[in-house]
């Protein structure tokens, strides 16, 4: 039984692999940032819909997410698309693979809902990169009672173990006062020195953090103009840690140098977060093992030693998702080598024979993980 859904799972990604691939290139040639993916969302939507998805846009309130359902079955199977791009970098994650990986797992299992008892529901979830969609979905209900959350994120090799960072994302600024630099440099409160202050003294506390700690930044507005003394200045931060308990420990050492630029130059500091912090991952180790074995059945293998395997580590608002369900968020190998996610390169080989052979063979590894779990 199961081995003859697991064929024509594949038969019907080769058969619907021209529609997947133009989606993923659709995508890819017109990348959308955090929130302002309307055509994106539109687009991935529209395949389910051709596939006889029940399809509720603008999900929960949020404009550029989605919720396409399809059977009735016991099993609650939940698949996430992402589509949001990098500002400035465009696709350079992938998430234009990882939106067609979905739609194609999806599409390929709807006709076995019924026999295999699914209940499949794609969730579009903008705003991956930096924004916590699937968090504010999370707030709003979505995802409660799944039995099973998946995607694939595209890297440079296969890595089946999601161990990303728990992540908080931050909007800084100072505010200072202007003066002219020349005439009347006393009377100004100098915001940049403010900045620079607490970048030096974050340079110094990672001599003291931890080696599963990483904090980054950077500066958005660093004043007008070199003869004006800069009243504001602002910057984006990231703080990351092995667990969400270690990251509130860590960001209080962080603030506190940004404290110290504010003490020392006496501007105001302000520190908004811009999403709720991403968790670490729990990874449903059945699905797991399934999709490792289902992988290598399509002629995958994993990387164990590659440095270029520590895409896993990239923090992802997914590890919210599985604390609340099951998940799994295994990484395909898109052969990019030495090209690295969030590079320009990387961007580049998100379309073409390895990205389109990684699209559906990802597509096939999680559709018959799904029947292997639920069935």
């Not at 596939?51 to 059977?71: H, M, N, Q, R, S």
């Not at 009347?184 to 100098?190: K, R």
């Not at 070199?226 to 602002?234: F, G, Q, S, V, Y």
Request: hydrophobic fraction near 45%.
């Amino acid at each position: 039984m199961i081995d003859n859904a697991k064929e024509h799972v594949a038969q019907s990604i080769s058969a619907n692999a021209e529609r997947l691939i133009r989606l993923s290139e659709q995508l890819h040639a017109h990348p959308e940032t955090a929130w302002e993916e309307h055509r994106s969302a539109r687009w991935v939507a529209e395949t389910l819909d051709e596939a006889g998805f029940t399809v509720t846009p603008a999900y929960l309130g949020l404009d550029t997410a989605f919720l396409a359902t399809y059977g009735s079955g016991p099993f609650r199977l939940g698949l996430c698309a992402e589509y949001d791009a990098l500002p400035g970098l465009g696709h350079a994650c992938g998430h234009n693979l990882i939106a067609a990986i979905t739609v194609g797992a999806a599409r390929a299992l709807a006709p076995l809902a019924d026999a295999a008892g699914l209940t499949i529901e794609v969730y579009g979830t903008p705003a991956e990169e930096g924004g916590g969609g699937k968090i504010e979905l999370l707030d709003r209900g979505a995802f409660a009672g799944l039995d099973l959350a998946m995607m694939a994120h595209p890297a440079p090799v296969d890595v089946a173990v999601a161990e990303p960072f728990a992540v908080s994302h931050s909007h800084v600024s100072f505010q200072g006062k202007a003066a002219h630099a020349a005439a009347y440099p006393e009377q100004g409160v100098n915001a940049a020195d403010a900045f620079t202050i607490a970048q030096v003294a974050v340079g110094l506390l990672r001599q003291q953090l931890p080696q599963t700690v990483r904090v980054h930044g950077v500066m958005t507005n660093g004043g007008e103009a070199p003869n004006a003394i800069p009243a504001r200045t602002e910057g984006r931060w990231y703080v990351r840690a092995e667990t969400l308990e270690q990251l509130a420990e860590t960001e209080e050492k962080v603030w506190r140098c940004f404290a110290a630029g504010a003490l020392a130059t006496g501007c105001e500091l302000d520190i908004t977060p811009e999403s709720k912090p991403y968790a670490e991952f729990r990874n449903d180790q059945p699905a797991l093992r399934a999709y490792m074995r289902n992988a290598e059945r399509l002629g995958r293998s994993f990387d164990r030693d590659s440095p270029a395997r520590r895409m896993n580590r990239a923090s992802t608002d997914m590890g919210n998702v599985s604390q609340l369900v099951p998940a799994i968020h295994p990484y395909v190998g898109i052969g990019s080598l030495p090209a690295l996610n969030h590079q320009p390169e990387f961007a580049a080989r998100c379309v073409g024979g390895d990205a389109e052979k990684a699209l559906l063979d990802a597509a096939t590894a999680l559709a018959w993980t799904a029947l292997d779990v639920a069935v």
